[in-house]
């Protein structure tokens, strides 16, 4: 017999939104109950309704008039919009999935504490760069606890770059900063994003260093290496296009993901990952759920 899906609802009819509709929509364990925003004539909107996907010009208003709609709540807005829908969400008894950089929640490195993250009622995916370094500067962490200083350069396309994304680098850099030191205990870590401009779109690339007295660089490949094979299963883009090296007494490593050009194009890995953690995470729910049923 066909499981019942867990049905949920996306607010923000953005990029991102959209990209997680074609996610949820492939998903065996999702199913989109609502999709809400402010504006009809969007052209998120416009692909939601082509698809059949109920739709909503009310944005949260819509969920709270129907909360029965549905279990899961993604939030694809923004940092400053979040902080108003959280209280909503809570209320309401949605398990939310921020993707905004709101820092509202449990923040969420799927591959580290996923399973911790399904008892919170709000769950913080960080930011686009958040998921793609914050996993391998833990895999620093856990073989070499004393590292000093954790740098991050994330460069993606300026196209993949939206008016969401725009208005939320501050809250980018220091959350994707906070995320670096909460998950790995470094006395100090620094975030820079560059939105590239070249033509053709570049794909997604960041780069991570690491002060580190005496690196085993053995072990250090070791544990990039199995972090990259773990987070592949569920973004399956992201590639480790460098592996860790030590010259000038820092340890540099680089990790590239190209998207799975559902919505979006393939360059716009930055966006991909942070839809892929999500509908990641929504499943891990559903499937936890059902399980729960069962016993």
Excluded: W
Excluded at 53 to 70: G, K
């Amino acid at each position: 017999m066909t499981p019942v899906k867990t049905k949920v609802a996306i607010i923000g009819t953005g990029n991102i939104g959209a990209d997680l509709l074609v996610k949820i929509r492939r998903s065996p364990l999702l199913e989109c109950a609502l999709f809400m925003g402010r504006n009809l004539d969007s052209p998120g909107m416009r692909f939601a309704a082509s698809l059949g996907t109920p739709i909503s010009d009310q944005s949260i208003s819509a969920l709270a008039e129907d909360p029965d709609c549905c279990e899961i709540v993604f939030d694809a807005t923004s940092a400053s919009i979040h902080l108003q829908h959280a209280p909503v969400l809570k209320a309401l008894g949605k398990f939310a999935i921020d993707l905004t950089p709101s820092k509202t929640g449990c923040m969420c490195i799927p591959v580290i504490n996923a399973e911790a993250c399904l008892e919170e009622p709000n769950v913080n995916l960080v930011t686009c760069g958040g998921q793609a370094t914050v996993p391998l500067a833990y895999a620093i962490s856990q073989v070499h606890p004393d590292v000093q200083y954790i740098e991050v350069v994330a460069s993606i396309a300026s196209r993949s770059a939206g008016p969401g994304t725009r208005a939320n680098i501050d809250e980018f850099t220091q959350t994707t900063k906070d995320a670096i030191l909460h998950f790995t205990g470094v006395p100090k870590a620094k975030t820079i994003i560059i939105l590239n401009p070249a033509e053709p779109p570049i794909l997604m690339r960041n780069t991570i260093y690491a002060l580190i007295p005496n690196p085993d660089m053995e072990a250090l490949r070791l544990s990039v290496k199995q972090m990259e094979k773990r987070i592949q299963k569920y973004v399956p883009g992201y590639q480790v296009i460098m592996e860790p090296v030590f010259e000038n007494g820092r340890v540099t490593t680089m990790v590239q993901v190209t998207g799975l050009g559902d919505y979006l194009p393939p360059y716009s890995g930055n966006l991909d990952i942070i839809t892929c953690a999500a509908v990641h995470i929504a499943e891990m729910f559903a499937r936890k759920k059902q399980e729960s049923a069962h016993e």
